[in-house]
Every structure is written in C-alpha cells, then in structure tokens.
C-alpha cells in the first residue's frame, strides 16, 4: 500500500519570500504520479503542479516549482515570491499510473502567508 | 467547463437519518470519485465510477453507505442511519478518459451530525 507523509502541519512565510513544504512518499510501484493541491479556506481544492515519476526534470508552473527525488521518495513543493494569496491547506497526493487512478492524500501543511 | 458541482454545500442532520448528496462531474468526464475529508486529515479516498460502473469501493464505505451514478453523469451518495462518526466535508471529483489527468474537484458537502 502507498503512504504520503507531510511532516509539516503548519508553516508561515513572509510575503515575497520563498518557502518549502515538504512531502514524503512509500511505494513499490514505478510508474506513478505526484500532485501538490491547494485548498483555501472554505474554497474548492485546485491543481498546484503535477510531476510524472518517469521524468527526471522537475516540474514547475510560474511561481511554484517541486524537487523531485525519485530515490528517496521525496517531492517537496517551492513557492517563490509568496503572495497573500497563497495562503491555503496544501495536500501532496500519489496516484499509481494503472487502476483506477485514485489519490492517496498526505494529511495536508497550512500555509500562512503574512504581510 | 462548468466545473464539479456539489450539492448541497452543507447538511445538518440528526443522528440516525438518512441522507443523499450529488455530485455533478465535468461534462465530458468518466471517471468520477468520491472522497472524505475530516478535520485535520487529508481526503480520503471511498469509491470511484467509471461510467456508470462502480469499479472500486474503500473498506472506509460501510454497509450503510451507498453510490450510485446512473447513465454515467451525475452520482449521489447516499448515507443510511448517520453516526456521529460521519460529520466531515465529502468530496467529489472528475477526470477524463485517460485517467491519467489531473482530478478536479467540487466544493464539497459539509455532512454535521446533531
């Protein structure tokens, strides 16, 4: 079975700076793939980033770029030039690339972005 | 792209009733899931839809718990004689054919248990 681990239940940042949440995963399976979501408060959960595990380069999207490392099971999320509007719950899921596709949620870091 | 609608947003309920949510997936999408989120945890997956055929239900969905999605569009989830234990926010999601894409998610059903 797979686990996601997010050892960080709270983390702040201030504005404009950079900050890194941290995501943990177990697996015996290959071929996989790594989501970051966001879910403000009381607001629907939405795409950050996704990362295929058969691509060595790490993926990014503007401001939010991951470090992928495949060996020691690692997938962190970086968020550049934080914004007010950042401030969220953000869960790092596993999918398996065969079945039905389902994710397999960490227990989520809220992020606390202060002016 | 309308998105993933959930209705309702919130439902208050005595414990012992039953109750129904529905889940109305993007339009052209096939897949459909459906996920439990309690305070503090991350979602939690209970059973997914392919089309109309419920392909994989979690151990976390009870003999009192029941899904259905006929014809392939929308789903409900139905919960018989609620417990304390069910008060979280059910989501649901959607995701094209490839199954490989992303999930999109709806705002949730917030489930309170009197």
């Known amino acids: 079975a797979q686990t996601v681990t997010q050892s960080q239940p709270e983390m702040s940042v201030q504005e404009a700076e950079t900050v890194t949440l941290s995501c943990t995963y177990d697996t015996s399976e290959n071929n996989y793939y790594l989501f970051w979501y966001k879910q403000p408060p009381s607001r629907q959960m939405i795409l950050v980033i996704r990362?295929?595990?058969?691509?060595?380069q790490n993926a990014t999207e503007n401001r939010f770029s991951v470090n992928f490392q495949k060996a020691a099971k690692s997938f962190s999320l970086k968020i550049s030039d934080s914004q007010l509007g950042d401030t969220a719950m953000y869960f790092c899921?596993?999918?398996?690339?065969?079945?039905?596709?389902?994710?397999?949620f960490g227990t989520g870091t809220r992020l606390k972005v202060l002016a | 792209d309308t998105g993933v609608s959930q209705d309702p947003r919130h439902k208050i309920t005595k414990r012992g009733q039953n109750v129904t949510f529905r889940c109305d997936p993007i339009s052209e999408h096939n897949r459909l899931y459906w996920y439990r989120q309690t305070l503090g945890q991350g979602p939690e997956f209970l059973t997914y839809f392919q089309n109309e055929a419920q392909l994989e239900k979690s151990r976390l969905l009870s003999d009192r718990f029941s899904a259905e999605r006929p014809k392939g569009s929308f789903s409900t989830l139905e919960i018989q004689r609620t417990e304390q234990g069910d008060s979280a926010m059910y989501l649901c999601a959607s995701s094209p054919g490839q199954g490989r894409q992303p999930q999109h998610f709806g705002d949730g059903t917030r489930l309170s248990i009197l």
């Open positions: 990362q295929e595990a058969y691509k060595q």
């Open positions: 899921a596993f999918m398996k690339a065969s079945g039905t596709y389902k994710y397999i």
